[in-house]
């Protein structure tokens, strides 16, 4: 038995423990910040992945894959974002024995890698707009403390690139990719606010960067995407040009869209609980567990069944995993629960004679289901342990917020900070010293919370222009 420590104080002990017993991620590799995917961790990512695919898919966006290695003179060409990513990247500086002429950049997102493609691609109106995406690695030097999905050194990466005809097409794309992002969550039953950055934590070379941040306890939020608009920063110094319909040259505007394996963590951080892991269905590597109870006087009776009713729902496309072991079925509701599949099927003689098997869900919710009707059954069970997981997250998701009236009280409150802000990056970094934290920014939509409008700026007082904005320590 693992004897997990509290959730709500030791949180980020708690979800390490949680993604350790549930054998996630294997952290014992021997570089730092690069994890193993284990077998049941790669699952979850599959089907994450396998949602991303979907939506971003029915955007009309399209999967390519660039190289993972950049040569120097093209990454250095955009000046926000080499000083941006300066820091944390890795050099390639030798073929076998030799200097290589030009060195090259692992890399840590791929404008520099797409862009002198996007270049050759785009030459008329006629090709944009350009919207294409990889999931690929990506290598980013972390000098901070790294965490399993939280803060990695070897990124699994979620890339969307594209090229629009002006300003306000790129604008829409944002928009396109805000509303692609909802869905996605909506799947993950995750509660998110998206959150326009301050100019001064905006993406390196961006024009805006909208992020999604989730409370993940205490005063803590976890950044789990962003979306940005680039304008024609990228566009300029990489040559990126079409002839327009009156026959004159322009820029393409840009924007991109990036996610990552934080939104497993997210999945872990959010839904998890005192007894481990809890996956929505979307997620879990396995959706339904089939446990047999066997009873000494008709031995192998309910394993029979067991085994009928698990190729029947593998038959409906559901993956069941049946756990035929022989240890007792306590030990095996035990390890389930660990591993955070959303339903559970009980097998016994009982089961076997009465036609039925006993549901169990992750969130402790008891039902009969009639093998009679057993898919459409599990398909109902399902949907209905989803909505009640988003409920009770969006439940602790509103209550991870509190205003802060004063820049006193911004210290003192254990929650994610509401503040009103005017706007000005001095006042912002006045709300930032007082908290010891960031300003993520300001709502792109109404927080959730019963909040009338705003006083005064905390930082000076000014009454005009002032919205909500939000305060906190950024894992
Ligand atoms: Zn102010």
Redesign the pocket.
């Known amino acids: 038995m693992v004897d997990l420590p509290d959730k709500r104080t030791k949180f980020i002990d708690w979800y390490l423990e949680v993604v350790e017993a549930a054998n996630l991620s294997d952290k014992r590799y021997g570089v730092k910040g690069m994890n193993v995917w284990t077998a049941y961790g790669l699952k979850a990512r599959r089907n994450l992945d396998a949602v991303l695919i979907r939506e971003i898919e029915a955007t009309g966006s399209e999967a390519v894959e660039f190289p993972a290695l950049i040569p120097a003179n093209e990454f250095a060409k955009e000046k926000e974002h080499i000083k941006g990513f300066d820091a944390q990247v890795y050099w390639v500086t030798k073929g076998g024995l030799s200097d290589l002429d030009i060195p090259l950049v692992l890399r840590p997102t791929s404008e520099t890698a797409m862009y002198p493609t996007f270049a050759l691609w785009v030459r008329s109106h006629r090709d944009l707009p350009l919207n294409v995406y990889q999931i690929v690695n990506t290598f980013r030097y972390e000098t901070k403390t790294t965490r399993p999905f939280f803060r990695v050194r070897e990124i699994h990466f979620f890339e969307e690139h594209t090229c629009q005809l002006d300003e306000a097409h790129a604008t829409e794309r944002v928009r396109s990719n805000l509303a692609a992002f909802r869905r996605m969550a909506e799947a993950f039953c995750l509660p998110y606010v998206s959150v326009r950055r301050p100019d001064w934590d905006k993406f390196a070379g961006a024009h805006y960067s909208i992020a999604f941040d989730i409370p993940v306890g205490e005063v803590r939020t976890l950044q789990i995407g962003s979306v940005h608009h680039y304008r024609d920063n990228f566009s300029e110094p990489y040559g990126i040009r079409y002839e327009a319909a009156d026959g004159t040259q322009q820029l393409v505007h840009q924007t991109t869209f990036g996610l990552s394996e934080r939104l497993l963590g997210a999945v872990v951080a959010v839904h998890g609980d005192a007894k481990g892991a809890v996956f929505p269905t979307a997620v879990a590597p396995f959706e339904v567990v089939v446990v047999p109870i066997p009873s000494s006087d008709t031995p192998g009776a309910a394993e029979a069944v067991a085994r009928e009713l698990t190729a029947r729902l593998r038959a409906a496309g559901r993956r069941v995993y049946l756990d035929s072991g022989d240890e007792r079925p306590g030990a095996k509701y035990y390890r389930w629960e660990l591993h955070g599949v959303p339903l559970r099927l009980e097998v016994g003689k009982r089961e076997a004679e009465a036609k039925s098997a006993t549901a169990v869900d992750r969130l402790g919710r008891r039902s009969r289901v009639a093998f009679g009707t057993l898919e459409t059954d599990i398909t109902e069970r399902l949907r209905d342990f989803d909505r009640a997981l988003y409920e009770k997250a969006l439940a602790a998701f509103r209550d991870s917020f509190a205003p802060a009236q004063s820049l006193d009280e911004l210290a003192r409150s254990d929650r994610v900070r509401v503040v009103a802000?005017?706007?000005?990056e001095?006042?912002g970094h006045?709300i930032e010293t007082s908290l010891d934290g960031s300003l993520l920014g300001i709502p792109e939509e109404e927080l959730p919370l019963p909040l009338g409008p705003p006083g005064p700026?905390?930082?000076?007082?000014?009454t005009e222009g002032?919205r909500w904005a939000l305060a906190a320590r950024p894992l």
């Open positions: 802000w005017c706007g000005a001095e006042c006045r700026c905390l930082g000076c007082g000014r002032v």
